[in-house]
């Protein structure tokens, strides 16, 4: 059992849409993570969140401790925003576990 | 100024070898981790350091990994009598802190064993 799940694994969408990935985790947390991957890039930090609610841009990321979920949102997505988007989180001991990550494809 | 680097960009080398991977983190963060990504794998935790305390190394694979950090910057990820599984992207990144502070990565060295 991963300690860290998210859902959808695939999603494609139309530009514009708005898109939401989930993670739900199973461990005691510190924070939580969103992270972004790009084919054959880096990556990058999004946001790193323990409670509530933050916004940079068209990104918002949302988490519920009580029911151990976050959510990330992408408002009026657009073809860039293709990438792996992974979540991990960092238990109470500062070890790292990570989701197996959800493939945006934004077509035109 | 300049983020994470990491080097070599790639590495091939023969099973059995020895490998050594570096990590300059980004100038006055406390504390580096290493990542491994493997094909078609999610990312897997390895060892991280926080300023001088004592490396939390229980993501090391096996004890053909090891991992030193050098006067509290440079970090080198050694990697001994390597095998073909250990094939992967090693990824390093830095923060401020462990906690309460996000996480800057490194471009990744891509290691391949032959």
């Known amino acids: 059992k991963n300690e860290v799940e998210q859902s959808p694994q695939n999603l494609t969408a139309q530009e514009g849409e708005f898109i939401t990935i989930n993670c739900s985790y199973s461990v005691g947390i510190s924070a939580l993570h969103w992270l972004q991957q790009h084919p054959g890039g880096g990556i990058v930090s999004l946001f790193m969140l323990s409670s509530g609610k933050k916004k940079h841009g068209r990104l918002i990321a949302t988490i519920n401790i009580q029911e151990k979920h976050s959510s990330l949102h992408i408002t009026a997505s657009h073809p860039r925003d293709s990438a792996v988007y992974i979540c991990a989180v960092r238990n109470t001991g500062n070890q790292f576990y990570f989701g197996t990550g959800t493939s945006l494809t934004v077509i035109p | 100024g300049a983020g994470v680097s990491q080097s070599p960009s790639n590495k091939v080398t023969e099973k059995g070898k020895d490998v050594e991977l570096r990590c300059d983190p980004i100038?006055?963060?406390?504390?580096l981790y290493w990542y491994r990504q493997s094909l078609g794998q999610g990312l897997e935790f390895l060892i991280y350091f926080q300023g001088n305390s004592a490396p939390d190394k229980s993501g090391l694979p096996s004890d053909r990994f090891s991992a030193e950090r050098t006067g509290g910057s440079v970090s080198t990820l050694t990697i001994q009598r390597t095998q073909q599984e250990d094939s992967a992207v090693y990824l390093c990144a830095s923060s401020l802190a462990v906690v309460g502070y996000e996480q800057y990565f490194g471009p990744g060295t891509r290691l391949t064993v032959t």
């Open positions: 100038s006055g963060h406390t504390a």
